[in-house]
């Protein structure tokens, strides 16, 4: 979906009277998160990175489309647990 349509929006128009929230940037964001977070507690830090690398990359794409509580949030949890290794 995502190499056609790349953009986050909350009124995107699917068809004529309907519209829906489509937030794909956001919903990877947060599926490279919870990967992420599985891989820290199975003991893979470094798996863990890579997916919060990931996860940031999709939730500043999706910012720079659309600002939501669901995106700011997201980033903030993702830069909490990125960082809270390196302590």
Request: proline share 1%; aromatic share 10%.
């Amino acid at each position: 979906m995502l190499q056609y349509m790349n953009e986050d929006c909350a009124e995107y128009t699917l068809y004529e009277g309907t519209d829906i929230l489509f937030f794909p940037n956001l919903l990877m964001a947060d599926n490279y998160l919870k990967m992420g977070i599985i891989a820290r507690e199975a003991g893979r830090e470094r798996a863990a990175t890579r997916s919060w690398k990931k996860a940031q990359d999709f939730a500043n794409k999706s910012l720079l489309s659309e600002q939501t509580e669901w995106g700011l949030s997201l980033q903030q949890e993702i830069l909490r647990l990125s960082g809270a290794g390196k302590n």
